[in-house]
């Protein structure tokens, strides 16, 4: 811990910069006592209704809990939700003056129906519109992120495939962040592996690490000594991780693999694989953003790779313990680490 006290007393001096793409997360809850007449489906007796972060909102809601400044990046369309979810994000001091309006879209909800805390359903409206032509990000976004880059010690780039992460935000972006010297990190959408060039890391889970091996052409994995592209053993992670960091190109590569810890790669180290910090494992919802959240937030604050992969590897035992998309606290955090030192 002691290692670590420098560091994590940075994380309210630093400013993230989380863009992507935002959702809004609500919550009806209830209790079933009976079926419906009309058809074989229970009926739901609500009792509550709440609406939280979701997306890249998520991330900085993450990293507002360890009492980081943030400001998001996105879009929203003109509607009542959209209205809800900025009014969700001030709430908890989060800036949102980076949020652009766009007609051609919804913001997207995820309703959540939860009865005796079982999921029964979700339901999702979603309109997605790529950004293809550039022309909202030239417009909106892009004077946004010039204007103000120069508050920012770190960059987060939340790809939830819903349009707004094209190349020309990235390579803009990347530039920027590489130009101050301070870290980009990325949430990846296998369908993007390309977009992201030049990024200080991404953050796979096992799962789309394996569909990223997967996307890649027969030559080009055995180019790159690719030979699996299920990740089971530890072993295959290494090998398999080690060739998508060289294919890539990129800084480093942090792979999550729930159980099994997290394994971090670096050009010229060998991997390094960090056991799970986990004593209970409820719900991994959501692990995925905090991990990204501590580990872009300890580089911030000046930690080494390494470091940032061990201090977020805490974070997430912390957080799947917890039910549902849950965050971290600093005090949590600082817990955690004493325990384990």
Known sequence: MTKYTHILSNFRNRHILVVGDLILDQYIKGTVDRISPEAPVPILLQQEEFYTPGGAANVANNLRSLGAKVTVVGRIGPDIEGDLLKNVLKERKIRTSGIMSDSRVHT?????????????????????VDDSDGRF??????????????????????????????????????????K????????????????YGH??????NRKEAENALRSLEPDTRRAFGIL????????????????????????????????DGMCLFEEGKEPLHIPTRAQEVFDVSGAGDTVISVFTLALAAGAKKMDAADIA??????????????????????????EHK
Do not use: C
């Not at 359903?121 to 309109?127: A, H, N, Q, Y």
């Open 228 to 259: 699996q592209t299920r990740l089971g053993s530890l072993d295959t992670v290494k090998k398999s991780g080690m060739g998508l960091l060289n294919y890539l190109g990129i800084d480093s590569l942090l792979i999550t693999l729930g159980e």
């Open 108 to 128: 997207i909800l995820k309703t959540r129906v939860v009865a005796h805390q079982q999921q029964v359903v979700r339901i999702d409206r979603e309109k997605v």
């Open 137 to 178: 990000y030239d417009e909106k976004i892009a004077p946004f992120i010039h204007k103000h880059f120069t508050d920012f010690d770190g960059v987060i780039v939340s790809d939830y495939g819903k349009g707004i992460v094209q190349p020309p935000l990235v390579d803009d972006l990347t530039a920027l962040a590489r």
């Open 313 to 338: 590897n805490h974070a997430a035992g912390i957080v799947v313990a917890k039910v549902g998309a849950a965050s971290v606290t600093l005090d949590e955090l600082v817990r955690s680490l004493k």
């Open 199 to 204: 990024v200080s890391s991404i953050t796979p």
């Open 180 to 195: 101050a010297r301070i870290p980009i990190v990325v949430d990846p959408k296998v369908e993007h592996l390309k977009f």
